[in-house]
């Protein structure tokens, strides 16, 4: 049986203009639920995200069974990969700071008796010390203060124990072109259409601060962490729109997302970057 447990976490962490944006993005069912269909389909979101799960399954085939943490599991979807493609494997935790993706977590992995989902923010966990064998943290640091999401991290995963984080990447022209471009265009747009009374576009603020991968290591080695491996995924040679515009044609990425993953960083660098670590032992 699925568990649940309310555990809310100091909210004093980052500015609360930013948290109000992040909380407001995941704040109801429908916004669980619009998540987790955004897996779906033939859009952009939905080849960033196969590519990340893809990206992130291969990770944990290198590391140790056992205890397993999914920190910012949002409505489920690693978790319910993990019980489906390997349920003996790990006894999975999962924790996110909105009820409602822990709602929706739940309702994901109804049936199984190796779950326990939590409400809580990687910045403040209620997990014991050196407690898990696996920590991922996929698509979460983005969001919060990745320092001290990082030093919770180390904390709760064991002396040699993996960990697993993704990050967009800030340095991609994808992203640049979607974040300095595409989105701007998109509110002068949408506020345009405002005045004219029939609003069709927006862009929100989302709160991400993304960190570019060198900075990324160094603020893992400085919370205890030693980075081990890292591939850069969501590979795309296109930005916004032209992605949006060609998604009729470049499907290859469902049945091969392998094809999405490289270890180089050019000549097309991923929208997002994913890190393996280990937590360094006590005598080190």
Known sequence: MVSSRIAWANRSTGSPTRDAAVVAQYLTSDNAASYAASYEGWRSSARYFCSRLYAVDQALRAGPQGRLLDVGCGPGMLVRHLLDTRPEEFQITGCDQSPAMIDAAIARSKGSGNVELTVARVEKMPFPDKHFDVVVAMGVLEYADAGDGLREIARVVRPGGLVVVTMLNPLSPYRLVEWFVYWPLLRVLGRAERLLGAQRH????????????????????????????????????????????????????????????????????????LVTARRRTDDA
Do not use: F, N
Request: net charge positive; aromatic share 6%.
């Open 202 to 273: 927006a862009a929100d603020t989302s709160g991400i601060r993304a960190i570019p991968l060198t900075r990324l290591r160094r603020m893992m080695r400085e919370s205890g962490l030693t980075p081990q491996d890292a591939v850069h995924y969501d590979v795309t040679p296109l930005v916004p729109p032209l992605d949006r515009l060609a998604r009729r044609w470049s499907r290859k990425w469902r049945d091969h997302p392998e094809r999405t993953v490289s270890r180089r960083a050019r000549p097309w660098p991923g929208t997002a970057y």
